[in-house]
């Protein structure tokens, strides 16, 4: 950023530390430039003369437009300057060197959406001000005499249709930070919901955890305090699920869905589901059993039954033929 000229008072100038300076007042052929009564320059026949060693090639002097300057400005070189032409005329500067004001800070307060805050700060300085803007609106400002402690700036969001600049001034500068509600607001994590199947033997089960996903959302398996895995995905469109296999075992297991603002989970015990299925399995094996030993039964007595009869004929036959 360049200088600035005060319109209140014309012979203030403003710039930032590192920019250039430079004098209104041309001198075309003989001239003086001093700082506080002392000369720190001289122009004698379209010649210019630096005789101040504390600016050396900082302090320069255009030939063609007779201005004096001032590049890499730093704070020591704040003051009175006068420019004098060889017509005895003369005008009087009194320079201030500002630092550029910091870029903001944005940090959460409440992160819940129905009741989603944040803060923007500031490193203080002279004259600094600190304001929350949208749409073009000035919503909240605060600026104070105390250098020593950081500025700050709360913000209630209450609106999601555009975002929200925190902004730092002071005299020569200005940095904004653009601030979106989605980023900094959330909604309650969904609960999660546990689906059950058999996995293969009587005491082994697989347990489906899905969660609807959302940004930020962390799904994960634990017990006894332990996290056994963990899933997260930044594709918003697909639910997040997690599986887990077990076999019997005394332990709860509780699948979790967290983000930054809740906490949700389910929690299930083997006894719930695996040995649920277990006990179906069992059964199943007692029953076909049962019908195998029935048949078996049934063909065994059908047997004996043939060779009873088989035992008849043949005795009625030989007494026939005895006969």
Request: hydrophobic letters at 35%; a neutral charge; proline letters at 5%.
């Amino acid at each position: 950023m360049g200088v600035s000229v005060s319109s209140a008072q014309s012979n203030v100038l403003s710039s930032i530390v590192g920019n250039v300076v430079t004098f209104p007042t041309a001198v075309k052929e003989t001239g003086f430039i001093f700082k506080a009564g002392g000369v720190i320059a001289k122009v004698v026949n379209h010649t210019c003369y630096i005789t101040s060693d504390s600016y050396g090639a900082r302090l320069q002097w255009g030939d063609s437009t007779g201005l004096f300057s001032i590049t890499d400005l730093r704070k020591g070189d704040v003051g009175e300057y006068r420019v004098q032409d060889s017509h005895g005329g003369s005008k009087t500067y009194q320079l201030a060197v500002w630092d550029p004001v910091p870029r903001p800070q944005v940090s959460s307060r409440n992160k819940m959406k129905s009741t989603c805050s944040v803060q923007c700060s500031v490193e203080n300085g002279r004259e600094v001000t600190l304001s929350w803007h949208r749409e073009g609106e000035t919503l909240s400002h605060t600026s104070s005499p105390n250098l020593s402690t950081p500025l700050s700036l709360p913000l209630e969001i209450q609106e999601y249709s555009a975002p929200y600049s925190c902004v730092a001034t002071n005299p020569v500068s200005n940095k904004t930070v653009l601030v979106k509600p989605e980023e900094h607001c959330f909604e309650s994590v969904s609960k999660p919901h546990i689906e059950t199947s058999a996995a293969g033997g009587s005491r082994r089960c697989t347990l489906q955890c899905s969660v609807q996903n959302g940004r930020e959302v962390t799904l994960s398996w634990s017990t006894e305090g332990e996290t056994l895995f963990h899933t997260s995905n930044p594709n918003l469109n697909t639910p997040l699920s997690l599986t887990l296999e077990i076999q019997e075992s005394n332990f709860t297991y509780s699948c979790v869905a967290t983000n930054p603002v809740s906490e949700e989970r389910a929690a299930y015990h083997p006894s719930q589901v695996c040995e649920e299925h277990g006990i179906r399995s069992h059964d199943a094996v007692l029953y076909i059993m049962f019908v195998l030993r029935l048949v078996e039964f049934v063909l065994v007595t059908l047997g004996v039954g043939l060779l009873i009869r088989l035992y008849k004929v043949l005795t009625q036959h030989r007494q026939v033929h005895l006969s």
